[in-house]
């Protein structure tokens, strides 16, 4: 367990509570130089709050975009991103690390 | 994720209690483990992840779980409330850790002096038996102090902590190394003690000092050298 991943669940208890419709983010594998551990987390609003993070920084912006899907569905996604995609360069992650994320709304 | 999963986690996380939660992909069933209405298959892998702190994917029969080991926070407990430790203690927490300074003086382990930290002013030895120090626990004496320190550093050294530091010249370590062997504690346990204290970072002040702590906490804790 990491402390910070810790936090963003906190954040996304609070967030819920004050009645923000929530989902979560979580890195669940990695390859290569990702550098964000498995169980890494980001929580994202429907109103735009963002706080964590899953990877250096080069990937939030995608995950976000679905985070918001998944509110509005509430259907779960699992996202890989690598240097074999070939959006590795549009979503930035040029670090030569794979990463896989599993967002799913808070509910 | 349901919420009554993220308060069961929350809880758990605050009395300690290791769990692992696992959760299917990519429909994203869950359990938090161990629960007898688990799949046992699940509950297995689920008992060997967590006692291994390990965090990831693995395939049960044909499905896909992702598997996160949620063990307590390591702890830090930082004997002496002096001057490195009102910069030590905000780092470590920082850091993750749970952060407990001991101090019996009273006038040292004030609330204005460590806002927001849990203090403690029964004497280190004490303190140590009731805290009951595990292997993922740092102990940190920085009072210079021989009837304070002395009786930490012995508790310590009879825990499986990961970290033992102590604060002091090279001087004063080697007449507490004369003092601790005459108590009977053996080379061995004796090596155990980081001391000087800290990465040779080459710090001065109090924050310095905290950052070099924390450095080799982080060495310890991850299997690297604590001597540069």
Known sequence: MT????????????????????????????????????????????????????????????????????????????????????RAWEVGLACGGKVSVFVEKLA | MKAEHLH???????????????????????????DPAAPQALALEAATMLAADKTGMVTIGAEDWFIESRNPAPRAIIVGAVHIAQSLAPLAATMGFD????????????????????????????????????????????????????????????????YIGSLGSRKTHAARLDRLREAGLTEASLARICAPVGLDIGAVTAPEIAISVIAQMVAARRGKPTRA
């Open chain 2, 8 to 34: 069961a986690l929350q809880a758990a996380a605050t009395q300690r209690i290791p769990v692992a939660f696992a959760t299917r992909l990519p429909d994203g069933t869950a359990f938090i483990l161990p």
């Open chain 1, 3 to 86: 402390m910070d991943s810790e936090d963003i669940l906190t954040i996304a208890a609070d967030w819920l509570a004050a009645g923000e419709a929530v989902a979560v983010a979580t890195v669940t594998s990695t390859w290569g130089s990702s550098p964000r551990r498995a169980g890494s987390r980001m929580a994202v609003t429907q109103s735009g709050r963002i706080a964590g993070s899953v990877s250096g920084g080069c990937i939030e912006g995608a995950v976000a975009e679905a985070a918001q899907r998944s509110i509005e569905t509430g259907t779960p996604q699992v996202l890989d991103f690598g240097v074999t995609d070939e």
């Open chain 2, 99 to 162: 952060v407990v300074v001991v101090d019996p003086r009273r006038a040292f382990a004030s609330a204005d002096r460590f806002p927001g930290v849990v203090t403690r002013t029964d004497w280190p030895d004490e303190a140590l038996q009731a805290l009951r120090p595990d292997a993922r626990t740092a102990i940190i004496t920085l009072t210079h102090d021989p009837k304070l320190d002395d009786p930490a550093l012995i508790a310590a050294l009879a825990t499986d902590a990961f």
